[in-house]
């Protein structure tokens, strides 16, 4: 069994390989999500080339249908398995919080036809300002002040919109809604969105400056979030003394919980690539987790039904995934998975309920193959085993089979 000092886990969000076998409770548009296939249908339908991710065994995953474009290896250069979901949810938040040891049986609530008209009408007696009910959708944060912010800068009106995940995002011009104000808004947003029917993972106050046609957000966005329920892995690897290093959207999933070191938000994926190459070469980096999320192939290509971005978005980052390999060291592990599916040929706008692939690689493998098929918190009781601390909720070690 080999013991790993680093561990580096990336999260390609929405990334899914195939519906699981409890696909038919979810829906898209009434769509049940039962022949959904993020990268079978991506791969089908647009091509798919991403030699490297192949190379490590992408291709090797057991399916009923071989990815189309995305030949299996005669001899893969790590270990590869798809996972399946326990919890009671598709969404990021629920994913993440898998992957390190929960079991969510208490779905978050999601609002793919926009907030009930009892929140809105809460947070506008609060606040002493109107919403715009046309922004109350799910709705792409930068789009949704390109086509309200002139009429907010007029009116003084809340830009209040949400996303696939159980998030309320209120948009605010610095100039017309002070920050103060805004922040003061989320407060009460998070005090009315705490349990069930709108049990809600965060509030994010969305602030922007500039004129119409040139809009920017600025720097002071807030999260109000929730804390894992439970203590993660990732609190019981901080508490054990064990550096966590969370790039991109990681410490907003778990509130700060169990991450040491937080690097800081993803432009892209490639900023966020970037900025996991950095971390791996951090001279005091020589023990510990870092946890990447790379989110733009949900925001940007799954949830607006482009196939052929999510197509390109995936083989851009595996031509960044040599340099990631590049930067390890003898005793390091990459794990590279997913949190949910959104299949981008399918029915709806929302995530879709698959499995999640895993690719496992390090430079000291002496084989390589198929794992066997697993849970999302397998990652982190493997993890937990590595650095010898306690398990979370769930999850079953696959380290002694990484050899």
Not at 128 to 157: C, H, L, W
Request: hydrophobic share 35%; proline share 6%.
């Amino acid at each position: 069994m080999s013991t790993f000092n680093r561990i580096h886990l990336v999260v390609l969000d929405s990334v899914g390989i195939g519906a699981a076998p409890d696909s038919d409770k979810f829906f898209n548009a009434g769509v049940p999500d039962t022949t959904s296939d993020t990268l079978g249908h991506i791969s089908e339908v647009a091509g798919l080339n991403v030699p490297n991710m192949a190379k490590i065994g992408l291709g090797n995953i057991p399916r009923e249908t071989p990815l189309k474009t995305v030949p299996a290896e005669s001899q893969p250069s790590g270990y590869v398995t798809k996972l399946q979901e326990v919890s009671l949810g598709k969404d990021t938040m629920t994913g993440h919080w898998e992957i390190m040891g929960l079991n969510i049986t208490e779905p978050f609530d999601t609002f793919f036809d926009g907030f009930p008209e009892e929140i809105l009408t809460q947070i506008e007696e609060f606040s002493g300002r109107k919403i715009i009910r046309e922004a109350n959708k799910p709705y792409s944060g930068t789009q949704v002040i390109a086509d309200f912010g002139g009429r907010q800068m007029k009116t003084g009106e809340l830009i209040v919109y949400t996303s696939a995940d159980p998030v309320l995002q209120i948009a605010a011009h610095e100039d017309v809604i002070p920050l103060d104000e805004l922040y003061k808004i989320c407060e009460f947003a998070r005090s009315i969105t705490l349990e069930r029917p709108s049990l809600l993972g965060r509030i994010i106050a969305r602030p922007y400056v500039g004129e119409p046609g040139n809009f920017t957000r600025t720097a002071n966005r807030h999260d109000y979030a929730l804390s894992p329920f439970a203590p993660t892995v990732l609190n019981k690897l901080a508490d054990a003394g064990v550096p966590t290093y969370g790039v991109g959207k990681i410490n907003d999933i778990f509130n700060g919980s169990g991450v040491t070191n937080d690097m800081g938000h993803n432009k892209s994926n490639n900023h966020g690539v970037d900025t996991l190459l950095k971390t791996m070469q951090l001279p005091e980096f020589t023990k510990g987790l870092s946890f990447t999320n790379l989110v733009d192939f949900d925001a940007m290509y799954g949830h607006r039904r482009d196939t052929e971005g999510y197509r390109d978005c995936l083989e851009e980052f595996d031509s960044r995934l040599p340099e990631i390999i590049a930067n390890m060291k003898e005793d390091d592990l990459l794990l590279v998975t997913a949190d949910h599916g959104n299949d981008p040929t399918y029915a709806g706008t929302d995530h879709t309920r698959e499995f999640i692939p895993l690719l496992a690689y390090s430079p000291s493998f002496k084989e390589t193959g198929v794992l066997p098929q697993g849970h999302f918190a397998d990652i982190s009781a493997t993890i937990a085993e590595n650095f010898g601390v306690a398990t979370a909720m769930i999850g079953e070690s696959f380290l002694d089979k990484l050899v």
